[in-house]
């Protein structure tokens, strides 16, 4: 999140295409407060299948929202909405997937209290 908002005026001194900027970055960031708040209740979860199974629901359903936008933003805009719409979601994504993988193994690590 703090990777789209920070990028957002260099966006705008480049004169790239805001709309896609704008609906994709708001998408993402919607997102993922509303995946955030599905994810904390799926942990109260005792049960592990449930707990993989929602947060493998949520991951597609952001995927497939995030598709969704961007094809509406390239239908609606001009093309280079939606190459700009698809740029920030595919590099929002790997920035998440990666700090994900980086900080979700020592999260379990850490002893209960």
């Known amino acids: 999140m703090a990777l789209i ?3 957002a005026p260099f966006v705008v001194l480049m004169g790239g295409p805001l709309l896609g ?4 970055g ?3 960031i919607v997102s993922r407060f509303v995946a955030a708040a599905i994810e904390r209740s799926a942990r109260k979860s005792r ?3 449930a707990q993989v199974g929602i947060s493998f629901g949520v991951l597609m359903g952001r995927a497939w929202v995030m598709g969704i936008a961007i094809l509406v933003v390239g239908l609606a ?3 280079e909405d939606g190459l700009m719409a ?7 994504f790997s ?5 994900t993988l980086i900080i979700r193994p020592t999260e379990r690590n850490k002893p209960s209290s």
Not at 21 to 24: D, H, L, R, S
Not at 86 to 92: D, I, S, T
Not at 95 to 99: G, I
């Open 5 to 7: 908002v920070l990028a």
């Open 21 to 24: 900027y704008a609906v994709a």
């Open 47 to 49: 049960s592990p299948k």
């Open 26 to 28: 708001g998408v993402w």
């Open 77 to 79: 805009g001009e093309r």
């Open 95 to 99: 920035v998440y997937l990666a700090t």
């Open 86 to 92: 698809a740029l920030l979601a595919l590099v929002a």
